[in-house]
């Protein structure tokens, strides 16, 4: 049972958003596009685990702060009889491994995966065993993409390499499932301590004036030049309501600029002209946000 689903982090939103609306640096593009392909992975390897039919409980993207340690977790799987934890990594070409270092095959040294995975696993144990949990834990570091190579991989670790992933969905599809509610509050724990936001350790200096105004494709990204009265209509065949449009542009806005605020004249605005009617837009935040102040100064929040 799918317990927590997974969405994009707020600094993937970020990232893509000013990627979208201004030109960054060649080090922010990178960042971005780690971050973009982090995130495919992840909707990849959540497609492997759909094909299981037995019974678990499945936690994606749980955030948490244990002894003022941040800890994030792609996935957690609650077994009968043991705990999964799953960091996944969407690493493409060639790597290997000498001694606890990891490097590309041009011999650039990058961060050892496995050290994050344990770190996670030692947090998440105590956690649990502070809330009266003593499951083992199983701990997984899953690379998904099939054009990675690890050379020289240690033999005996947790490392789940692509051409392994069936025959891990295989073991995982054989284990005891029978779930109780002790199981259910586990479960509860971390949902329950669970941030529902992360803070962003970096991001581009960037400002309002020089962001493109506009609406773009939340499918291809391209931005819309119109619309008609109820909706846009993309090239790529994405079709999109107005209102769902305004509500995500909002969003959008409030994550970028979170000391200004949301104004129907200041979405009209930052909506570049694709949507005509402040009407329209003023309707759309008074059913969708929480409206404060009078009439001459009204603002909304979520």
């Not at 936690?59 to 941040?70: E, K, R």
């Not at 104004?263 to 404060?292: A, D, P």
């Amino acid at each position: 049972m799918l317990l927590k689903s997974r969405k994009e982090s707020e600094n993937l939103l970020l990232y893509r958003s000013l990627f979208l609306r201004t030109s960054l640096s060649e080090k922010d593009v990178s960042h971005y596009q780690r971050l973009e392909k982090g995130y495919a992975g992840e909707l990849l390897f959540d497609q492997y685990v759909s094909t299981l039919s037995n019974e678990f409980l499945l936690l994606n993207d749980v955030l948490l702060d244990f002894g003022n340690n941040l800890f994030q977790m792609d996935s957690i799987a609650i077994f009968q009889e043991s705990v999964l934890l799953f960091e996944i990594k969407n690493f493409e070409g060639d790597f290997c491994v000498r001694g606890d270092r990891w490097y590309t095959l041009s011999d650039q040294e990058i961060k050892n995966p496995l050290e994050q995975l344990q770190r996670s696993e030692s947090l998440l144990r105590r956690f649990l065993q502070e809330h009266g949990c003593m499951l083992p834990i199983e701990p997984f570091l899953v690379f998904v993409n099939p054009e990675f190579t690890l050379y020289q991989a240690p033999m005996k670790t947790s490392i789940i390499h692509p051409t392994q992933i069936h025959r891990l969905l295989r073991t995982l599809a054989n284990k005891p499932t029978k779930m109780t509610h002790l199981h259910e509050k586990m479960a509860n724990k971390l949902l329950t301590h669970h941030l529902t936001t992360s803070p962003i350790k970096r991001k581009p200096e960037y400002s309002y004036e020089m962001l493109q105004k506009g609406i773009y494709c939340s499918h291809c990204y391209t931005f819309f030049k119109e619309a008609t009265e109820t909706r846009l209509v993309c090239a790529c065949g994405t079709i999109e309501s107005i209102d769902d449009a305004v509500v995500r542009i909002v969003h959008e806005f409030m994550l970028l600029f979170p000391d200004r605020l949301v104004t129907t004249n200041g979405i009209y605005e930052w909506c570049g002209g694709v949507v005509k009617s402040k009407r329209l837009i003023r309707r759309v935040l008074l059913l969708n946000f929480k409206r404060y102040g009078n009439k001459k100064s009204t603002y909304f929040t979520s």
